[in-house]
């Protein structure tokens, strides 16, 4: 006997519906590619979303074409966020930290018909427009006033220009919800980049996973500033969360440094931000120098790298924000785990809620998780035993675009993610290391997060990464890569004392060199393969002598 209750398709549109409808004077704030800080709110912004479906629809944009964004967090990638999915046709956001080549290949992968930019990238879309033959219009994200004349961008438009001459007067067509709805490709550290094609169905069952308050739980009391950005993996989600709930949006625009981020904060009363570490340590920076507090912000939430120990304790014990650790990945959303604690952690001291919440977190409903060790067989939830961590679950990836990489996924339907990782009795997952920088040293594994985390707590280093290099009786070593704090002075010596009693010695760093820069990709994590290459011919003085 079947259910006797309404099936409905489950559209991005619906998202879109219902701010307008419930929350429509609930204000979204942006600070504008030009400066200034704009306001808007989700009645016009649905109003506007409407406008570009007609100028598509006018364009004669067929359904599931390629929409591209090469945008920062603002109002107008936000509507367009809904003009071009809510209409059925696919957004597909790119990275403009990749190098242009590279932006080059995934256009043409991905077939883009339209490309909408905002003005920091028109250097970038001169270069790379005549590599792109399948873009057919240009849209500029700015008025027609600001259009540059002579720009040699065929087809170009101004954003304002172009939807200005559309009804905001438009029914939402009434999709499949498998149908795709956008399309972002992964950071390709190794090979071509791959493309992950989102649906309406698994975009919308992600954004209701995520509003649980166990999870992300944002609610309409919420001023929300999403840090993490709008061109990959769809800001964590926050797009469609934020609307769902009517948490007021505050967008930071192309302005991502320390003094930037704190005056939105200030100025615009945000309780909730989410973002990379790398950023959350400029922000600390300039809060620490200038001696400043922060008035309105509850909780942060922090991912895309391993949350440093001495980051969650900043923000805890100095400016009063409970951080809450996330893991995801592209390929699922990205939400897979967050970390937040069980009735059970109530009674527990601090430093023992800490050890909790410095794991990874647990997984939210929908995604199933398993570690399984070489063999494919599955590892006990102990929260000691390590494997490759798989995952499976409605928002996660089947198969890439245009079936790049075979078969992904094993018998069971679990996508290998590529980590490695442990599970306790009580679901919380820890990321050990990725699985291709893991440091196999004597048959052991060591892991190069947990002694990246220990660097950071030394109160000279600014960023460290950890690397394995050849060692002839061990097979690798872990050596160090660090950047001090400016005007900070130690030496390799006294970092390596300062790992004594925190972890076993033989895992601590054989070496450590100090490096102007460390390499961060389009995402701000670290490229250790650009690492691993610029040491290829060092040779660790114990194996010298
Ligand atoms: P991306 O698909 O570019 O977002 O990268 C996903 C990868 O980032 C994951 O597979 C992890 O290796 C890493 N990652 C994401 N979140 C975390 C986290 N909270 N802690 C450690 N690594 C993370």
């Known amino acids: ?20 409808a419930y929350h429509a004077d609930t204000e979204i704030i942006s600070r504008r590619v030009e400066g200034d800080i704009h306001r808007t709110n989700y009645a016009a912004c649905s109003r506007r979303a409407k406008q570009i479906a007609n100028a598509l629809d006018a364009w004669k944009t067929p359904q599931s074409a390629r929409v591209a964004t090469l945008a920062w967090n603002g109002y107008r990638h936000f509507e367009l966020y809904y003009g071009v999915s809510g209409s059925g046709r696919v957004l597909h956001t790119v990275n403009p930290r ?109 954004a209701m996973a995520s509003a649980a308050s166990d999870s992300i ?9 999403p840090v993490v950005p709008m061109f990959h993996v769809n800001a964590w989600g926050l797009p469609y969360l934020m609307p769902m709930v009517g948490a007021r949006i505050v967008f930071p625009g192309p302005a991502l440094d320390g003094k930037s981020i704190y005056e939105l904060f200030e100025n615009e009363k945000v309780t909730f931000s989410a973002g990379v570490p790398t950023v959350w340590q400029m922000l600390i920076a300039h809060m620490d120098s200038n001696n400043l507090k922060l008035s309105t912000m509850r909780r942060t939430c922090i991912g895309g790298s391993a949350c440093p120990p001495a980051m969650l304790d900043t923000f805890h014990d100095k400016y009063g924000v409970s951080v809450n650790h996330a893991w995801g990945m592209t390929e699922m959303s990205p939400l897979g785990t967050y970390g937040t604690l069980k009735s059970k952690h109530a009674t527990l001291s ?10 990874q977190g647990r997984a939210v409903f929908g995604v199933d998780m398993r570690i399984v060790n070489a063999d494919g067989i599955e590892q006990p939830r102990d929260g000691k035993a390590f494997g490759d961590l798989m995952v499976r679950g409605p928002w ?21 993610t590529g980590d490695v990782a442990t599970l306790d009795a009580d679901g919380y997952m820890q990321i050990t290391d990725r699985s291709k920088d893991v440091i196999k040293s004597g048959g052991e594994w060591i892991s190069s997060i947990d002694i990246e985390n220990i660097a950071l707590a030394h109160p000279a280093v600014a960023m460290a990464a950890c690397i394995g290099v050849p060692h ?56 250790k393969n650009k690492l691993r290459e610029q040491f290829k011919s060092y040779v660790l003085p114990t194996t010298a002598t």
């Open 472 to 527: 002839p009786k061990w097979d690798e070593r872990p050596i160090l890569c660090v950047v001090k704090k400016p005007n900070a002075e130690t030496t390799a010596a006294e970092i390596i004392a300062f790992y004594d009693g925190k972890i076993a010695k033989w895992q601590a760093p054989d070496d450590v060199q100090f490096v102007d820069a460390i390499p961060l990709g389009a995402t701000g994590k670290i490229q």
């Open 396 to 416: 996660i990836v089947r198969e890439y675009f245009k079936a790049d990489g075979g078969k992904i996924l094993d018998n069971d339907g679990y996508f290998p």
């Open 98 to 206: 990749l190098h242009p080549d590279q932006m080059a290949w995934i256009v043409n992968h991905a077939e883009d018909e339209i490309m909408c930019f905002d003005m920091t990238f028109l250097p970038l879309i001169k270069a790379i427009a005549p590599k792109c033959p399948t873009v057919k219009h240009y849209v500029a994200m700015c008025d027609e006033a600001a259009l540059p004349a002579d720009s040699g961008i065929p087809n170009l438009v101004s954003f304002e220009g172009w939807i200005a001459a559309h009804s905001s007067d438009y029914s939402w067509p009434q999709l499949d919800e498998n149908q795709a709805s956008s399309l972002c490709y992964t950071s390709g550290t190794t090979g071509n980049p791959k493309g992950v094609l989102y649906s309406h169905r698994s975009t919308l069952l992600h």
């Open 350 to 359: 601090w430093p023992e809620q800490r050890s909790v919440l410095l794991k």
């Open 1 to 20: 006997m079947l259910g006797l209750m309404q099936q409905h398709s489950l559209l991005i549109s619906n998202i879109i519906e219902f701010a307008a």
């Open 217 to 225: 739980g944002v609610n309409g009391m919420d001023t929300v500033l």
